[in-house]
Structures are given as structure tokens and as C-alpha cells.
């Protein structure tokens, strides 16, 4: 069964820094495509950031470009997304998520069947 965890979510001022971390049990991590997505309330989920299966290749969403980084650590079983220079409009609960039947990380919510419970992560200006 496969169990994703979130944590390192928190309030920051605007221009700080948060890692986030995403421990997955019951999956090999290396061959899964994993996402960030994040969601305020009342809206939908947004994509954030992606890592491809058996790579380093990454996607990341306009807002995240030269700000967020994903990355992967296979032998933890644990994805993060180090998030930089942080905007108040970067407040929203952020989820990761697991998929395996892609080529590459796709962007919508649908396309991903396994998900964390989330990590509140709160900007103020």
C-alpha cells in the first residue's frame, strides 16, 4: 500500500525559504513520476513542480520557475521541494503525489492516484 507523508510546512515572511519533504512508504520512489501540487481554499489543485521516473529531469509550473526546486532521494524514499524567496501568493497547502503509468510527469491532478495529505504552507508579507 502505497503512503505518502508531508511535512516541513510552516509561516514565513516574504523572501524566506521552506524545504519540504514527502516520505513515501510501500513504493520504490525511483520509478515512480512524483509532483508537488498545492491548493488554496475554495480553488483547485495546481501543479508546482515534477520529477520524471528513473531521471533527474524536472518540470515546474511558470510560478515556480527560478524559485522552487524538486528533488529526489531514492534510498529515503523521500521527495522535497525547496522553496525560495517565497511571495504571499505561495500560501496554499501543498500535496505531493505518485504516479506510474506515464512516460513523463503529466501535470493534472487527475492523471496522479496516490496522494499525501498535505503541509499547510503559510507567506506573509
Known amino acids: 500500500q502505497v503512503q505518502l507523508l508531508e511535512s516541513g510546512g510552516g509561516s514565513v515572511q516574504a523572501g524566506g525559504s521552506l524545504t519540504l519533504s514527502c516520505k513515501g512508504s510501500?513504493?520504490?520512489?525511483?520509478?515512480?513520476?512524483m509532483a508537488w501540487f498545492r491548493q488554496g481554499s475554495g480553488s483547485r489543485r495546481e501543479f508546482v513542480a515534477a520529477?520524471?521516473?528513473?531521471?533527474?529531469?524536472?518540470i515546474y509550473a511558470d510560478s515556480a520557475k527560478g524559485r522552487f526546486t524538486i528533488s529526489r532521494d531514492s534510498a529515503r524514499s523521500t521527495l522535497y521541494l525547496q522553496m525560495n524567496n517565497l511571495r504571499p501568493a505561495d500560501t496554499d497547502v501543498y500535496f505531493c503525489?505518485?504516479?506510474?503509468?506515464?512516460?513523463?510527469?503529466?501535470?493534472?491532478?487527475?492523471?496522479?492516484?496516490?496522494w499525501g495529505q498535505g503541509t499547510q504552507v503559510t507567506v506573509s508579507s
Open positions: 503525489a505518485a504516479e506510474v503509468y506515464h512516460p513523463t510527469p503529466p501535470l493534472k491532478q487527475v492523471d496522479y492516484g496516490w
Open positions: 520529477i520524471k521516473f528513473s531521471s533527474e529531469d524536472t
Open positions: 510501500g513504493i520504490q520512489m525511483r520509478i515512480y513520476n
